[in-house]
């Protein structure tokens, strides 16, 4: 049986009030998320919420919790989902306060479950885009970003282990997203720019 966590008492009514587009940003390590997003920010100014940088701010700010969380991460597995949720909803509420005007959430969900508890708990996404890349190159570019990254998972035996869990856990999302007519499928093997191009044609049609 998973362990009971608990869960805290968040008010997300501004959330609500605040009815903003949600984006679901999904693909494999390495698959360039969170350069996408960068890039995404830049231009159409949305908030954009890593659920791993949560989860390293976490481990960062030695809460009790903190320790738990690195070993599930060094193990290349996904951490409890109200754990991260509840990281989620914390900096919704924050962003939507400082007037935000749409949400990238990056890195989530990463199981099927954890999308259907976002969306009943917070509200439907819009979209998920999905970056496609061949396991080859997610290998690759994580280990040229362990080069920098300083991150207790960028090293080849943990990337093994966050493949698997990518195909195992994460790879029904996307079949999920596709049967709502949510998802986007994006190939994301080219230059950053090229990719960056195929993503404005999808939310330029959302966001003027
Ligand atoms: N289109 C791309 N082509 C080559 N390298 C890329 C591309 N997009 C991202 N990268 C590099 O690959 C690594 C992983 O990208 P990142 O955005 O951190 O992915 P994710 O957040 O999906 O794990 C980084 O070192 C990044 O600079
Ligand atoms: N939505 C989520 N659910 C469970 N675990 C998560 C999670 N997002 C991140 N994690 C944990 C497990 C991941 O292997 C680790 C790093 O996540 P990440 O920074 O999003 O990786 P990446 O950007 O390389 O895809 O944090
Ligand atoms: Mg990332």
């Given at each position: 049986?998973?362990?009971?966590?608990?869960?805290?008492?968040?008010?997300?009514?501004?959330?609500k009030?605040?009815?903003?587009?949600?984006?679901?940003?999904?693909?494999?390590p390495?698959?360039?998320?969170?350069?996408?997003?960068?890039?995404i920010v830049?231009?159409?100014?949305?908030?954009?919420l890593?659920?791993?940088?949560?989860?390293?701010?976490?481990?960062?700010?030695?809460?009790?919790?903190?320790?738990?969380?690195?070993?599930?991460?060094?193990?290349?597995?996904?951490v409890?989902?109200?754990?991260?949720?509840?990281?989620?909803?914390?900096?919704?509420?924050?962003?939507?306060?400082?007037?935000?005007?749409?949400?990238?959430?990056?890195?989530?969900?990463?199981?099927?479950?954890?999308?259907?508890?976002?969306?009943?708990?917070?509200m439907?996404?819009?979209?998920?885009?999905?970056?496609?890349?061949?396991?080859?190159?997610?290998?690759?570019?994580?280990?040229?970003?362990?080069?920098?990254?300083?991150?207790?998972?960028?090293?080849?035996?943990?990337?093994?282990?966050?493949?698997?869990?990518?195909?195992?856990?994460?790879?029904?999302?996307?079949?999920?997203?596709?049967?709502?007519?949510?998802?986007?499928?994006?190939?994301?093997?080219?230059?950053?720019?090229?990719?960056f191009?195929?993503?404005?044609?999808?939310?330029?049609?959302?966001?003027?």
């Amino acid at each position: 049986m998973a362990p009971t966590v608990e869960r805290k008492q968040i008010d997300i009514t501004p959330l609500k009030k605040a009815n903003v587009p949600i984006i679901f940003i999904v693909g494999g390590p390495g698959s360039g998320k969170g350069t996408q997003c960068e890039r995404i920010v830049k231009k159409y100014g949305l908030s954009h919420l890593s659920s791993g940088d949560l989860l390293r701010d976490e481990v960062k700010s030695g809460s009790a919790r903190g320790g738990q969380l690195t070993k599930i991460m060094e193990a290349g597995e996904l951490v409890p989902l109200e754990v991260v949720l509840d990281l989620v909803k914390e900096a919704m509420l924050k962003e939507v306060a400082k007037g935000s005007k749409g949400f990238l959430i990056d890195g989530y969900p990463r199981e099927v479950k954890q999308g259907d508890q976002f969306e009943a708990e917070i509200m439907p996404a819009r979209l998920a885009l999905y970056f496609e890349v061949a396991e080859e190159t997610l290998v690759k570019r994580c280990l040229k970003r362990a080069e920098t990254s300083g991150r207790v998972d960028d090293n080849a035996e943990t990337i093994k282990k966050r493949l698997k869990t990518f195909m195992q856990s994460t790879t029904p999302v996307v079949d999920h997203y596709a049967k709502k007519g949510k998802l986007v499928k994006i190939n994301a093997e080219g230059g950053v720019d090229e990719i960056f191009g195929v993503v404005q044609q999808h939310l330029d049609k959302i966001f003027k």
